[in-house]
């Protein structure tokens, strides 16, 4: 099993920046992915960005050119740099990572912008 805790949210204001990171433990050979996943109150969860093995990252449009995804392997550590934010980013912030076709989620962390 793959345990994830993320970390870094927290209160800031519109056009400030903050970044999220997610310490990644236990079994995580062979993770073909991972990424950050939103979710703001009565909204749908959606995906932010994904980085997926090999390298290559997606992005959703709404954080695109604002937001950025990036690892450290030497520290199993993933990290969401997130700048320019605004109001509509508010949201609970999950790291996730796919293992196996098994997605393991963090228990999230909370970012909220300020208008």
């Known amino acids: 099993q793959v345990q994830l805790l993320e970390s870094g949210g927290g209160l800031v204001q519109a056009g400030g920046s903050l970044r999220l990171s997610c310490a990644v433990s236990?079994?995580?050979?062979?993770?073909?992915?991972m990424g950050w996943y939103r979710q703001a109150p009565g909204k749908q969860r959606e995906l932010v960005a994904a980085?997926?093995?090999?390298?290559?990252?997606n992005y959703a449009d709404s954080v695109k050119g604002r937001f950025t995804i990036s690892s450290n392997n030497a520290k199993n550590m993933m990290y969401l740099q997130m700048n320019s934010l605004k109001p509509e980013d508010t949201a609970v912030y999950h790291c996730?990572?796919?293992?196996?076709?098994?997605?393991?989620w963090g228990q999230g962390t909370q970012v909220t912008v300020s208008s």
């Open positions: 996730v990572a796919f293992q196996m076709g098994i997605g393991y």
């Open positions: 236990g079994s995580i050979f062979s993770i073909s992915r």
């Open positions: 980085l997926i093995n090999g390298g290559s990252t």
